[in-house]
């Protein structure tokens, strides 16, 4: 992309509002945003110009929580596959997990991650640090979170092992640590009691309808109530990653705006498209830990996205090899691959009257740009980063193995046409995604926090 560009003839969605117009790209920043055609003046001052015809401008999206695999178990993906197919669904800025091997749960491992990704990630990025029962003085005290994005804590277990079940630890956790605190909420003793009723029952082969049993309402709840409960006791900001049922919703606060709330809660793409009516058809492909679960959950969560009560969505973007995926209940693997269809699920969810588009880049691009006190991302305003999606809106997008980008080579969404189509993803003013190319020369940059 030349020095100075202008983007026109475009339908731009941003901070609530949806308008013909224009942007200019000044380097790695956007220089202008504007309503209408923009005057001679502009034009002439742009090195280049391109008529998008009324494809959607908005935002990149920013993805608060992915597993990109890297280090340890790059078979599945890695920072370099992984963040291409972000790029291809118009995630400009990511944030990943720690329960990778090793897992990210030391200053050594935290920086080994963030050089790994200044070498190979097409977008932005954060990495955050992993709390275990004994690095509590670490998280309290050695990490620069204007810098790092957060402490991830599992309060029930999942991929990776990184339980975090003494109690003296999660008090000083939540009571010291300058942060903010993302966790994954199961209770483990509802879940074991859970499973051992079913193997009681039916024996070890439980076909993959048992997981939401297993890892029920009840577990979720029953763990986000605690969680919640200690951060309004020490005043911590938590913030609750993948909310999967309705009865978890009444712990939320739909009235305070994002900026000022201090307890937090996310929805991931997954439980607001699937049920548990999809488990005959997709099977172990929709296996995730927290489960999906009823057509009545999906339906709450929709509802609390809309009115607040949720802030933000993102993917838990997981990818397992093929064959990973194969099993029952409890021997295949939980998680799926979403980063690269994220946003055009989001859109057909707002074709189907669902959600808004202005909505969808609400909670897509400004809600974790917000959360999260990210620097100069998440918006198309003068001086911020210049980081973009261009969506045709009138192009049907049907997805096949052939045209999946992440190392996985699978997804729940085989088989699914949508009706708008990511174009091109624009990183810090670099062209990094273009109507299915790649341009590996630009890299992504390390996200800061205010």
Request: charged content about 20%; aromatic content about 8%; overall charge negative.
């Amino acid at each position: 992309m030349s020095k100075r560009s202008l983007l026109h003839n475009a339908v731009i969605v941003n901070e609530g509002n949806r308008f013909n117009g224009y942007i200019v790209i000044d380097g790695e920043t956007i220089a202008d945003v504007g309503q209408g055609s923009p005057c001679e003046a502009v034009v002439a001052s742009c090195d280049s110009t391109e008529d998008l015809n009324g494809c959607l401008v908005i935002p990149g999206v920013i993805d608060d929580q992915v597993h990109f695999r890297d280090p340890g178990l790059t078979r599945k993906g890695d920072i370099s596959t992984e963040s291409r197919a972000a790029v291809a669904g118009g995630v400009t800025s990511y944030m990943d997990m720690p329960n990778v091997v090793p897992p990210t749960t030391t200053l050594e491992a935290l920086e080994a991650k963030y050089a790994r990704a200044a070498e190979v990630s097409l977008a932005n990025y954060s990495f955050f640090m992993g709390a275990t029962n004994d690095n509590i003085d670490v998280l309290a005290s050695s990490v620069d979170y204007s810098k790092t994005c957060g402490v991830k804590a599992f309060l029930g277990s999942s991929t990776g092992n990184m339980l975090v079940n003494d109690p003296k630890a999660l008090h000083r956790l939540f009571a010291e640590v300058p942060a903010l605190i993302a966790v994954h909420s199961e209770d483990e003793a509802t879940i074991a009691a859970n499973k051992a009723r079913y193997v009681a029952e039916r024996g070890d082969d439980l076909p993959v309808e048992y997981h939401p049993l297993i890892r029920s309402a009840e577990a979720c709840y029953v763990s986000t109530a605690r969680a919640v409960g200690m951060a309004s006791q020490y005043g911590t900001r938590l913030h609750v990653l993948h909310l999967s049922t309705a009865r978890e919703l009444s712990l939320f606060d739909s009235t305070t705006p994002l900026t000022d709330k201090r307890i937090t809660a996310e929805v991931c793409v997954h439980h607001l498209w699937f049920s548990d009516e999809d488990y005959s058809r997709l099977g172990n492909m929709i296996k995730c830990n927290p489960a999906i679960k009823t057509v009545a959950d999906r339906d709450a969560l929709r509802n609390a996205l809309r009115s607040g009560a949720i802030d933000i969505v993102a993917t838990d973007h997981a990818p397992h090899l093929w064959q990973e995926k194969q099993g029952n209940c409890l021997t295949a693997a939980s998680g799926m691959p979403l980063v690269q269809f994220s946003l055009v699920a989001m859109l057909e969810l707002a074709r189907q009257g669902v959600f808004t588009i202005e909505q969808v880049v609400d909670k897509m691009c400004h809600a974790p740009a917000r959360l999260y006190r990210i620097d100069r991302r998440g918006f198309l305003r003068r001086g911020y980063h210049a980081d973009i999606a261009i969506i045709d809106p009138a192009s049907e997008n049907k997805v096949e193995p052939g045209n999946i980008v992440s190392r996985c080579g699978w997804s729940p969404f085989v088989g699914t046409v949508f009706h708008n189509r990511v174009v091109r993803t624009i990183v810090n003013g670099n062209i990094v995604y273009d109507h299915g190319d790649f341009y590996d020369a630009h890299r992504g940059q390390r996200l800061l926090f205010n």
